[in-house]
């Protein structure tokens, strides 16, 4: 027997065996990525706040399910010329034609001191950043989770914004604002200003897609548990009209 050619035998062997082992395991890698990219997304807390007083989810669905309006006049604790802002002539500049809408109630009302943050710094801040801090902690509340418990974890926060108009505010309101009236208004500070307080170490990022941007929020979160990068997500999104130039 010529030896070279049973040393060559072998070594071929040992080679197929290796590759059919690797081949195993690659489709067993697959077939687990397959099964994660498919699994469902458990939904295990939520919290919301919507026109009509709503406060609860299921302050929410009992909206809905009564049929009861959500619109109201405009609010009174916002700062707005509510009467200046009038004219029902529809072509008049710089005026509204309605003198209804909806809107959040006590969107001024905030404990800062809850969350750290002291009185000057909590003016500066975009009424739509207090929001999803409360909507955040009690959206972990309700999934039974100790938001303090958190601090260090992958958890990840997406939120859907559309307005910053918050800034003209903060930056007319002089010195009392001097120093936060940036970090106050920034669209990307919502997002971190959640994770910041929580300590959280997973992706923070703020959408702006217009009318879609709580959806496409949503769904990054989705990729973002399906990828690995979070085992946990805050998701969703926040409005709040600080002045009137929507409806102008």
């Not at 070279?4 to 395991?25: A, F, H, Q």
């Not at 707005?80 to 008049?92: A, H, K, M």
């Not at 009236?181 to 997973?202: K, M, N």
Request: glycine content about 12%; aromatic content about 8%.
């Amino acid at each position: 027997m010529d030896t070279s050619t049973g040393d060559s035998s072998e070594r071929l062997m040992e080679y197929l065996k290796k590759v059919t082992v690797d081949l195993l395991t690659t489709r067993d890698d697959l077939t687990q990525l397959r099964e994660k990219l498919n699994e469902p997304i458990a939904i295990v807390g939520m919290s919301c706040r919507f026109p009509g007083g709503v406060e609860s989810p299921e302050q929410l669905w009992d909206l809905v399910a009564s049929g009861s309006d959500g619109v109201s006049e405009f609010p009174l604790d916002r700062g707005w010329d509510v009467e200046g802002l009038f004219d029902p002539d529809p072509d008049r500049f710089g005026k509204v034609y309605t003198r209804e809408g909806g809107f959040l109630r006590g969107v001024s009302d905030f404990d800062a001191g809850f969350f750290g943050i002291g009185p000057r710094e909590a003016a500066a801040m975009d009424p739509q950043q207090r929001l999803l801090l409360e909507a955040s902690w009690e959206a972990l509340e309700d999934a039974g989770i100790d938001p303090e418990s958190l601090r260090g974890s992958d958890t990840g926060v997406f939120a859907g914004v559309m307005y910053q108009d918050y800034q003209h505010k903060s930056m007319a309101a002089g010195p009392v604002a001097e120093g936060y009236a940036g970090t106050g208004s920034v669209g990307s500070v919502v997002s971190g200003r959640v994770a910041y307080a929580l300590g959280l170490e997973g992706p923070a990022v703020t959408v702006d897609t217009a009318c879609s941007s709580s959806l496409v929020a949503i769904h990054l979160a989705c990729q973002s548990l399906r990828q690995g990068d979070s085992s946990l997500v805050l998701a969703g999104g926040v409005t709040v009209m600080s002045t009137p130039f929507l409806f102008v």
